[in-house]
């Protein structure tokens, strides 16, 4: 085999994958956050910084999401011979049939690391069935492969909860709309700081456009800055970049696949995953 495709076996040890970036091979790990904390998104994207101001949605197809995997890995109790270990989701053979997938646990000798590989791949098929791709500045330039972005799309939200600030301090925001707070509990509010960093605050009152934060910003956003809200009832969406495309005249082609929190619980723990609310 060639040394790529010996990496990219490697990588797959640790739910990690590989990408040529920066004319160097970078490698990325799908494990999430390793203190059991949510991750947070490193930039977010609003109607207001993507071209034509629209996200494209799309979904992969039926025939290519399995409801049966099994993996093969090598049995220390039966002398390291190749043994199988097989993962299903009853729901999912009821609607779609049985579409089996054969893996390879490359360099697994335990038979727990072949299941969680299985329920891993099972899992992320089942989020795979959603895909965005949208345009935008250079607000694109900053983002690489394997990273959480956040999306407020005005037309999934059913209402517009984001924008652009007028102007800002470290302790309150005037936004380019009057404000009304959508339903639900704990409003916060997320933004891009100068330095390019995302900060989420939670909200402690709302005037005309103007919107006092609980807990000062790190630094104060600036100009023209996005700004997002959210409640416990509507979330911002959360997506993997799989592809950043440089295009003509300073543009950036994102292309990502949604991203859930509870994937990881699924796969080490067996728990069902759980979905956001991003309607209000």
């Known amino acids: 085999a060639d040394a790529y495709s010996v990496l990219k076996d490697l990588a797959s040890i640790f739910r990690g994958f590989t990408y040529w970036y920066s004319d160097i091979i970078q490698v990325n ?57 097989v993962i299903e989701d009853a729901s999912l053979i009821s609607k779609y049939g049985y579409q089996t997938r054969d893996l390879i646990a490359f360099g697994t000798t335990s038979k727990y690391q072949a299941q969680r590989l299985g329920r891993w791949i099972l899992n992320t098929e089942k989020l795979n069935g959603e895909v965005v791709s949208f345009t935008t500045g250079l607000d694109g330039g900053v983002c690489k492969p394997g990273e959480v972005i956040a999306i407020a799309d005005e037309l999934r939200a059913g209402s517009r909860l984001s924008g652009r600030i007028n102007s800002a301090t470290t302790s309150s925001i005037i936004a380019d709309q009057t404000i009304t707070l959508p339903a639900g509990d704990n409003p916060e509010i997320s933004t891009i700081l100068k330095n390019g960093t995302y900060e989420k605050r939670g909200i402690n009152s709302v005037s005309d456009k103007t919107i006092t934060v609980g807990t000062s910003f790190t630094s104060a956003p600036a100009n023209n800055a996005i700004w997002s809200i959210t409640t416990d009832s509507v979330e911002e969406q959360k997506f993997r970049i799989l592809e950043v495309k440089e295009d003509a005249g300073g543009t950036y082609t994102i292309n990502a696949v949604i991203f859930n929190d509870t994937l990881y619980d699924a796969v080490d723990e067996g728990e069902d995953l759980e979905y956001l609310d991003v309607t209000t």
């Open 29 to 85: 790990a799908d494990h999430g956050q390793l203190d059991g904390t949510n991750t947070a998104p490193v930039h977010l994207y609003t109607n207001s910084n993507v071209v034509g101001g629209v996200f494209n949605y799309s979904g992969s197809s039926l025939k290519v999401r399995s409801t049966s995997i099994r993996v093969a890995y090598n049995d220390p109790q039966n002398f390291y011979r190749r043994n199988l270990v």
